[in-house]
């Protein structure tokens, strides 16, 4: 929980993320595996990197999507 919490906060501190609030992260003994949305490949690789950048992150699977602008419809 505690490199979940860690991988949120930096995904969150980026300039690219959107809150980091469309990506989900589960960790299962220090293997992470990031899903959700993207809407930039760029943002793939950042996401991807500034969760391997974590300590205690062994490896990370990328099962990120990068949503087109009509693929994702936002309610209120």
């Known amino acids: 929980e505690v490199i979940r919490r860690n991988i949120l906060a930096e995904l969150r501190g980026q300039s690219w993320s959107v809150g980091g609030d469309l990506i989900g992260v589960t960790v299962d003994q220090g293997d992470v595996e990031l899903s959700g949305a993207i809407f930039d490949e760029r943002q793939r690789k ?24 009509f693929s994702v419809v936002l309610v209120s």
């Open 46 to 69: 950042a996401a991807v990197v500034a969760a391997e950048n974590v300590a205690g992150v062994k490896k990370v699977t990328d099962k990120l999507f990068c949503a087109g602008p």
